[in-house]
Antibody, heavy 115, light 112 residues
C-alpha cells in the first residue's frame, strides 16, 4: 500500500522560503513522477508542479519563478521549495503520485505565512 | 491555461436518488497519445482528495460502482446512481492533458 507523508514547518514568515518534504512508503520513488498540489483555506485545488524520478521538473507558470522541486532517491523522498512567500501562499500543501491524474495523495500539511 | 468549468457548484441531493455533475473544458482534452486525461476527485470534509475516475470513465480500485464517468472532447459528467451519506463532500474534475494541469472549481454535494 503506497503512502505519502508531507513534513515541514507549519509557519513561515513573509519573504522567506517555504520548504516541504514528502516521504514515500510502499513504492519506489523511481517508479513514477511526483506532484505537489495546494489548497488555500476554504478554496479549491491548485496544481503546483511535478518532479520526475530522474529529477526533471515541470512547474505551473504562475509560480515558476519561485519554485524548486527535487527528488532524493536514497531517502525515497521528494521536496518542494517556494521562495519569497506571501500570505497568498497560505494553504494546505499535498504531495501526490502521478501527474496526469494523481492516484495517491498525502494527508496534507497546512502552511501559514505570517510574521 | 485550460479552464475547467463545473456545474452546479452546489448540489443538494436526497439519499438514494441519483446525482450528476458536469465538467466542461476550454479546449479538447484529447492528448496526442490518443488518451483523454480527465479525472474526478472526491474530497470528503477534512480529508485529502481521492481519485475516483481517470481517463474519463475508468473507476479506481475500491470505488463503488454507483460512481460512473462519461463524456468526450470538452464535455464530461460524473454520475452517482444512488447517493449515500458517505458521498457528502466536494467533487473536482481535473484535466491531465495540457500544461499546467487545472482543476474545476468544485461541486459541493450535500444531503437534503
Amino acid at each position: 500500500q503506497v503512502q505519502l507523508q508531507e513534513s515541514g514547518p507549519g509557519l513561515v514568515k513573509p519573504s522567506e522560503t517555504l520548504s516541504l518534504t514528502c516521504t514515500v512508503s510502499g513504492a519506489s520513488i523511481s517508479s513514477s513522477s511526483w506532484s505537489w498540489v495546494r489548497q488555500p483555506p476554504g478554496k479549491g485545488l491548485e496544481y503546483i508542479g511535478y518532479v520526475s524520478s530522474s529529477g526533471s521538473t515541470n512547474y505551473n507558470p504562475s509560480l515558476r519563478s519561485r519554485l524548486t522541486m527535487s527528488v532524493d532517491t536514497s531517502k525515497n523522498q521528494f521536496s518542494l521549495n517556494v521562495s519569497s512567500v506571501t500570505a497568498a501562499d497560505t494553504a494546505v500543501y499535498y504531495c501526490a503520485r502521478g501527474t496526469s491524474g494523481p492516484d495517491t495523495w498525502g494527508q496534507g500539511t497546512l502552511v501559514t505565512v505570517s510574521s | 491555461d485550460v479552464v475547467m468549468t463545473q456545474s452546479p457548484l452546489s448540489l443538494p441531493v436526497t439519499l438514494g436518488q441519483p446525482a450528476s455533475i458536469s465538467c466542461r473544458s476550454g479546449q479538447s482534452l484529447v492528448h496526442s497519445d490518443g488518451n483523454t486525461y480527465l479525472n474526478w476527485f472526491q474530497q470528503r470534509p477534512g480529508q485529502s482528495p481521492r481519485r475516483l475516475i481517470y481517463k474519463v470513465s475508468k473507476r479506481d480500485s475500491g470505488v463503488p460502482d454507483r460512481f460512473s464517468g462519461s463524456g468526450s472532447g470538452t464535455d464530461f459528467t460524473l454520475k452517482i446512481s444512488r447517493v449515500e451519506a458517505e458521498d457528502v463532500g466536494v467533487y473536482y474534475c481535473m484535466q491531465g492533458t495540457h500544461w499546467p494541469r487545472t482543476f474545476g472549481q468544485g461541486t459541493k454535494v450535500e444531503i437534503e
